[in-house]
């Protein structure tokens, strides 16, 4: 797979089973559906190995910034199965957010990442205006230790807040639960500002919301290439 952070388009490589062709097709992130734009190499029986999204780097503003923003691990006897938590582009360039660390309780859980524009606060209990960003299969590295959550691809403009909701979407099926802390809480870098938040009881959205709930994790990301003027990454590659 590779995502365009420039039209915020997800490509991924398939294989045709009735046609033989390796095929490039868009990904639809609210509903995981599929689009072909076409054969890789029409004809040919081919492997894709990899791909990856290339572009003009002719911008006038530099690389992106690889960053983490570290969170408290340290779930005081409180859990359920989710958080929302607030995340802004403080540092004058646009953030694009590139995965997660959560706290779960031990066992193999679907972790669900939805976003919005804007605050979360005051759209706790409906899923309109809510984007689902991916969802992963992960195996917790135990309660109070990072889990890590390969699902990103959202870009935050610079000086905007987006509202992030992180669930264990089949919490009542897997029995693992998300931990947090109460209270409330603001964390800062250069970059980015997180502000905590809200717990959420099951299904997503619709279980209960807790304020005053503190998400345990960590937040990757990278600051720079968009609005700041970093590459035009437009055009997927495979091979």
């Known amino acids: 797979m590779g995502f365009d952070t420039s039209t915020n388009t997800m490509y991924m490589s398939a294989f045709n089973n009735l046609t033989f062709d390796a095929e490039l097709r868009t990904v639809n992130l609210a509903t995981g559906l599929s689009t072909l734009v076409g054969s890789i190499v029409p004809g040919e029986l081919t492997q894709v190995a990899w791909m990856s999204i290339i572009g003009d780097s002719s911008g006038g503003g530099g690389d992106c ?16 199965a989710g958080n929302m938590f607030d995340v802004a582009a403080i540092g004058g360039e646009d953030v694009i957010i590139e995965g997660f660390d959560v706290n779960i309780d031990p066992g193999t859980a679907t972790i669900a990442v939805y976003y919005r524009e804007g605050t979360y606060v005051g759209f706790e209990n409906s899923s309109a ?23 990103g691809g959202v870009t935050i403009p610079d000086g905007e807040t987006y509202g992030f909701y992180v669930s264990v979407t089949d919490y009542d099926v897997s029995g693992v639960s998300m931990n ?31 304020a005053g709930r503190i998400w345990n994790g960590n937040i990757y990301y990278c600051a720079g290439e968009g609005g700041g003027g970093g590459g035009d990454c437009s055009s997927p590659v495979v091979d």
């Open 180 to 210: 947090y802390t109460d209270g409330n809480n603001t964390f800062t870098d250069s970059f980015v500002e997180v502000s905590l938040g809200a717990g959420k009881g099951s299904p997503d959205f619709l279980g209960a919301t807790f």
């Open 129 to 151: 205006g809510w984007t689902l960003l991916g969802t992963e299969v992960v195996t917790s590295a135990g309660e109070n230790m990072p889990t890590h959550v390969e699902i």
């Open 65 to 80: 910034e690889p960053g983490v923003m570290e969170l408290p691990f340290d779930a005081s006897f409180n859990q359920f």
